[in-house]
Every structure is written in C-alpha cells, then in structure tokens.
C-alpha cells in the first residue's frame, strides 16, 4: 500500500497524481491503521471458523493454525 501512495505523473498525459492531502496530514496514519486493523480482524475471524472451511493446507494434515476450532 505505501509503494503506491506516491506522487506520479502519467507519462501520456502529463497529469500528476498527489494523494497527500494538506489539509489532513495525517491521513496516511490513520489509513495504514485502517488497513492493520482490518488485517487483524480478518485473521480473528478466519481463525474462529469451523475446521471445515480451513484452507486446504490445513486439511491435508498441516500444523493447526493457532485458534482455529475444530
């Protein structure tokens, strides 16, 4: 995500493309906290499925991930 929140310009065009935004400088924290959380939260509930929709790994006889019910 950060390698492509930078200023670019379009070779074509010549249009420049600036996500950072003056009036709110601290946008980019707070979206790569946005980004982390949802990271989290998605591991929480992958984990908290049945063994039944674990990934294939898992079914072939890999290690358990940890707080996966069974």
Do not use: C, F, H, W
């Not at 989290?40 to 049945?50: D, M, Q, R, Y």
Request: glycine share 8%; net charge neutral.
């Amino acid at each position: 995500m950060i390698d492509q929140y930078q200023v670019s310009t379009d070779k074509r065009s010549g249009i420049t493309s600036d996500p950072n935004n003056p009036d709110d400088e601290e946008y980019i924290v707070r979206l790569v906290g946005q980004v982390v959380r949802v990271s989290v939260e998605t591991v929480k509930i992958v984990n908290s499925l049945p063994e039944q929709y674990a990934p294939m790994e898992e079914k072939k006889g890999g290690k358990d991930k940890p707080g996966r019910k069974k």
